[in-house]
Nanobody
């Protein structure tokens, strides 16, 4: 049984930082591309950042480029998202997602999802 468990969300003031983590189990983590998506109230789920498994190449949405970094630790089956200079528009539920081999940048492409962690940025 595959499980993705996110942590690290919370309430932060604008300009602050958060580090989200996702621990995966039940899958060969090192061969899965990992991604972060987010969904704000009334909006569609959108891609935030992702990391390929083979070359560890990272991809970022324009909305977070320069403010986010993504990393993975295959020994710990963990992928992390560091978000800096947070803005109120970053407020959303953040989801961890996995896709075998290829990175998913659209939600329909992802194979597995976590339950999400709430990030709220106050102005």
């Amino acid at each position: 049984q595959v499980q993705l468990v996110e942590s690290g969300g919370g309430l932060v003031q604008a300009g602050g930082s958060l580090r989200l983590s996702c621990v995966a189990s039940g899958l060969p983590f090192s061969t899965y591309a990992m991604a972060w998506f987010r969904q704000a109230p009334g909006k569609e789920r959108e891609f935030v950042a992702g990391m390929r498994w083979a070359d560890l190449g990272a991809v970022f949405a324009d909305s977070v480029k320069g403010r986010a970094t993504i990393s993975r630790d295959n020994a710990k089956n963990t992928v992390s998202l560091q978000m800096n200079s947070l803005k109120p528009e970053d407020t959303a539920i953040y989801y961890c997602a996995a896709r075998r081999v290829r990175l998913c940048t659209y939600s329909y492409e992802c194979d597995y999802w976590g339950q999400g962690t709430q990030v709220t940025v106050s102005s």
